[in-house]
């Protein structure tokens, strides 16, 4: 193999051009490639960050969801509880309404018999002897009467 002036030019030449399109293409390529690296590296972790930040503000929704849940479920059965408690009270304070106007109700009924038996009991002397008058078609006074007898037949 032989080296002459050609071979050395084309060498030159060669390292020039390697040179040149180091300066002119690879380094500006390079230096585009890094960027964009740099600018996905940045982004990536940018979006890392805000999904971290997603999946906090995510969890403390959740958090703050449930614990609303867990109040106004609380807040409920506390008030059903007062209801319930209020509605047992006029229950109760109604059926002892009801209790004592019931028992007047039968005390009066039982005065009023009582009343009537008395009144009763001085007429039937009386009544007796108007009826066997009807009956007999004559008057016929009955002079003794018996109170037990009454009082048997009245009760």
Do not use: W
């Amino acid at each position: 193999m032989e080296f002459n002036a050609t071979f050395l030019v084309s060498m030159i030449s060669f390292l020039i051009f390697t040179f040149i399109m180091n300066m002119i293409f690879y380094k500006p390529l390079g230096n585009i490639i890094s960027e964009r690296q740099g600018f996905i590296d940045e982004t990536t972790k940018v979006a890392r960050n805000m999904s971290d930040e997603a999946d906090k503000i995510s969890a403390d929704r959740d958090f703050r969801l449930n614990k609303a849940y867990s109040d106004a479920k609380k807040l409920v059965n506390e008030k059903v509880a007062v209801v319930k408690e209020e509605a047992q009270k006029r229950t109760d304070e109604a059926k002892k309404v009801s209790n004592e106007n019931i028992l007047a109700a039968k005390n009066e009924l039982h005065s009023q018999v009582e009343q009537t038996k008395e009144a009763l009991k001085g007429n039937i002397k009386e009544l007796a002897e108007n009826i066997s008058q009807k009956i007999l078609g004559e008057y016929t006074q009955i002079n003794d009467v018996n109170s037990e007898i009454i009082n048997k037949v009245i009760s």
